[in-house]
């Protein structure tokens, strides 16, 4: 047993903010209860003290790439959950675009035998079609029998909106939501960041908004048409919100997260260092102020890392040439913490739902702080300053462009069933 004592629990579930102790009994959670009020004999309980710390469910981290199988060498299982954990995060769900790409339930067997004992949950989400390729739909079903808990050709969109179609509805005959990329190729083509006056003076090949709105508004077509649950992986352009926004006044099932550079950096912020190129890229001053006033009043349903490894052998050349992605788990909360509740744009109860109840309604699960749920926990400090060293973390990965920030707040502990995952000292 693990008693968490004195903690400030927030709970967005149960609309719960209050003093509580939190007993945990090996992978569930037996009690919670006012201070001192557990019911439970906690003789011979481990305890740790909370006081001054938040303690809230385990943060769910919609979007992530661990690399396993096929380039071990920038990240794994292994190391990617170790480095989640120290962002407070308790359970991951990974992307397909692996190598090979995992299509099949047969990766989906490995990719969760790989991870039982990993310092975090992992939920991986399949391909929506074959390779990723957009021609031919994956076995989407013998993955979902496997674990899977959703599908998306990320990198990439699904190619057709014929194919996507087929997606939907197969999906919804499985009861799992379709991720998209959202991202017309054909606008994208060759672009390394998005275009404006600095990819001008920059002199890179720009894509406009358009290249993700064109995508959202296809999709959102598509599910008028089939009913089907969407959920938009990295929303990056107000255009796109929008889009979001009346599917939702519809009544339909659409969904977006957001990731923390999206609402931290804009397109001004890119110099030739590729710690500064990912996809979608950086946007625009007036995206990055949409984007926050979705995360704050609803539109947007989830943070998302995007924690996307690439070993320095890859990353460190030419803008052009550097492949898209950052590292995302142990900065996020820190960056929320400082954009979004610092800054009073949002409440942090309202902060704690985005990484907890609302990625896991994504999922179609629910998640809340009381007897029976899972033992999940991420317990985090509002005032304590640290600052990142890239260099410290377990990643194999050091593509951060937040690398020497300084934070105040962040991870102090993460629960995974019941074991201590993560702890600062
Ligand atoms: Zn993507």
């Given at each position: 047993?693990?008693?968490?004592?004195?903690?400030?629990?927030?709970?967005?579930?149960?609309?719960?903010?209050?003093a509580l102790d939190v007993l945990l009994d090996g992978d569930t959670i037996a009690e919670v209860a006012a201070p001192g009020k557990l019911s439970r004999d906690t003789r011979g309980a481990e305890t740790f003290d909370a006081a001054g710390l938040i303690v809230a469910p385990g943060f769910i981290d919609l979007h992530v790439h661990l690399r396993e199988p096929g380039q071990e060498s920038s990240e794994t299982i292994e190391t990617g959950t170790r480095s989640a954990a120290r962002g407070g995060f308790t359970a991951v769900c990974c992307m397909p675009n692996t190598k090979p790409v995992h299509d099949n339930a047969s990766i989906t067997r490995f990719i969760l035998d790989k991870a039982k004992n990993a310092a975090a949950h992992v939920w991986p989400i399949g391909a929506a079609s074959v390779g990723s390729k957009g021609e031919a739909i994956a076995e989407i079903a013998a993955m979902k029998a496997a674990g899977i808990v959703a599908v998306s050709d990320d990198g990439k969109p699904i190619a057709t909106a014929k194919l996507a179609r087929q997606v939907m509805d197969y999906c919804n005959?499985?009861?799992?939501?379709?991720?998209?990329?959202?991202?017309?190729?054909?606008?994208?083509?060759?672009?390394?960041?998005?275009?404006?006056?600095?990819?001008?003076?920059?002199?890179?090949?720009?894509?406009?908004?358009?290249?993700?709105?064109?995508?959202?508004?296809r999709d959102v077509q598509l599910v008028e048409l089939t009913g089907a649950r969407l959920h938009i992986a990295h929303l990056s352009a107000k255009a796109s919100l929008d889009q979001v926004r009346w599917a939702k006044s519809r009544g339909l099932r659409v969904t977006c997260e957001v990731t923390p550079h999206h609402f931290t950096l804009i397109d001004e912020d890119v110099t030739y260092d590729s710690r500064f190129k990912m996809n979608p890229p950086l946007a625009s001053r007036e995206d990055r102020e949409a984007l926050i006033a979705g995360l704050a009043d609803g539109a947007v349903d989830a943070i998302a890392t995007d924690h996307a490894p690439h070993e320095p052998a890859l990353k460190d050349v030419e803008f052009d040439r550097a492949p898209f992605g950052i590292l995302g788990f142990e900065t996020a909360l820190g960056l929320a913490l400082e954009?979004?509740?610092?800054?009073?744009?949002?409440?942090?109860?309202?902060?704690?739902?985005?990484?907890?109840?609302?990625?896991?309604?994504?999922?179609?699960?629910?998640r809340k702080l009381a007897g029976g749920q899972p033992a999940d926990l991420t317990i985090f400090s509002t005032t304590r300053e640290w600052t990142y060293d890239v260099k410290a973390s377990p990643s194999k990965s050091r593509n951060s462009p937040f690398d020497g920030r300084t934070f105040k707040g962040g991870p102090v502990a993460t629960i995974v069933a019941g074991k201590i995952a993560f702890r600062a000292n």
């Open positions: 047993m693990l008693l968490v004592r004195n903690g400030r629990v927030i709970d967005p579930a149960t609309k719960t903010d209050a005959s499985l009861g799992i939501p379709v991720i998209e990329h959202s991202e017309d190729v054909s606008l994208a083509a060759g672009a390394v960041m998005r275009e404006g006056v600095t990819s001008t003076r920059l002199g890179l090949p720009g894509m406009p908004a358009a290249a993700e709105a064109v995508c959202v508004a954009q979004l509740v610092h800054t009073g744009r949002i409440k942090l109860q309202r902060m704690v739902e985005l990484f907890t109840t609302g990625p896991a309604r994504v999922l179609g699960m629910e």
